[in-house]
């Protein structure tokens, strides 16, 4: 049980276009969710909390406009990179946390992400 | 401000040796303390937690010592395997439906 998943798994975008990730809570409700940011070899950075049916909560520096989260049900959480550049490429993590699992966070298996 | 601090950035062990990663925290509102395991490539897999209300917590070959008056805790791994080389982090979150703050990570290699 508690299984997250994201799509896609890897992504090629050129720069200037906009990408979409998926993140899903596939045997679970999520209470929330949370997007990480990770750079090769660093750790996971928290870009920001997401909980169903309110606006996201973003970290100081992290672009709420550049990263738009959606959080419309209670199993799907998506990150939209807009206007991506060279330097958004990164690897983009999704955790979800479930309140009757003392708010265990699940991780998901991570989209990486390449803009040229 | 790094929140929690890990150590070594890196460890190399011999087969069936023991591998030890440190982790200090300053917050002392934190009330839980995991680590997780990360392969290249992969999302970062939940080995082992603990609150403070323990002091040792064990889970087959992985052991996390906790030291709440120092803020410190640490994972063992026993009779480390070349299957365990992988990324190693410490994180520690308050109380309730909080993000979890991580550590910078442990590259471990076990070497036959």
């Known amino acids: 049980g508690a299984v997250v998943s994201q799509h896609p798994s890897w992504v090629i975008c050129k720069s200037g276009t906009s990408v979409k990730i998926e993140c899903r809570s596939l045997?679970?409700?999520?209470?929330?969710m949370f997007w990480y940011r990770q750079f090769p070899k660093q750790s996971l950075m928290l870009m920001a909390t997401?909980?169903?049916?309110?606006?996201?909560?973003?970290e100081q520096g992290v672009e709420k406009d550049k990263f738009l989260i959606n959080h419309a049900s209670l199993t799907l959480s998506t990150l939209t990179v807009t206007s991506a550049h060279p330097e958004d490429s990164s690897f983009y993590i999704c955790?979800?946390?479930?309140?009757?699992?003392?708010?265990?966070?699940?991780f998901g298996p991570g989209t990486r992400l390449t803009v040229t | 401000q790094q929140q929690v601090k890990q150590s070594p950035q890196s460890l190399i062990v011999q087969k069936g040796g023991i591998s030890i990663i440190n982790c200090a925290y300053e917050?002392?509102?934190?009330?839980?303390f995991p680590w997780y395991q990360q392969f290249p490539g992969k999302g970062p897999a939940l080995l082992i937690a603990?609150?403070?209300?323990?002091s040792e917590k064990k889970e087959g070959r992985f052991t996390i010592s906790f030291n709440k008056s120092a803020k410190q805790f640490s994972l063992h791994i026993m009779d480390s395997q070349p299957g365990d080389s992988a990324t190693y982090f410490c994180?520690?979150?308050?109380?309730?439906?909080?993000?979890?703050?991580f550590g910078k990570g442990t590259r471990l290699s076990v070497i036959a």
């Open positions: 955790s979800a946390s479930h309140r009757g699992q003392g708010y265990e966070q699940y």
């Open positions: 045997d679970f409700q999520a209470t929330t």
């Open positions: 997401s909980n169903e049916g309110s606006k996201a909560t973003y």
């Open positions: 917050n002392t509102a934190f009330d839980y």
């Open positions: 603990i609150r403070p209300d323990v």
């Open positions: 994180a520690a979150r308050a109380s309730g439906n909080t993000p979890l703050v």
